[in-house]
């Protein structure tokens, strides 16, 4: 996740090679979920207010 941020194509090929793509699916999900709670908290608003806002999804 670290390498693909950092933009870093020989980082992400070797990870790539230590994770089978099922792991790495769901690390980025559960990674995904774990920065919307952890951004919710933050402006103190719902995980689906936070989510949209990202997605650039009008307001429910």
């Known amino acids: 996740m670290a390498a693909c941020a950092e933009n870093d194509a020989e980082k992400s090929a ?3 090679r230590w994770v089978s793509p ?3 699916s769901f690390g980025v999900n559960e990674l995904a979920c774990r920065a919307v709670i952890a951004l919710a908290r933050e402006r ?10 990202l ?6």
């Not at 103190?44 to 806002?53: F, G, K, L, N």
Request: aromatic share 0%; charged share 25%.
């Open 44 to 53: 103190d608003e719902s995980p689906q207010t936070v989510a949209r806002t």
């Open 14 to 16: 070797e990870a790539a």
């Open 22 to 24: 099922e792991a790495l």
């Open 55 to 60: 997605l650039g999804l009008p307001a429910a």
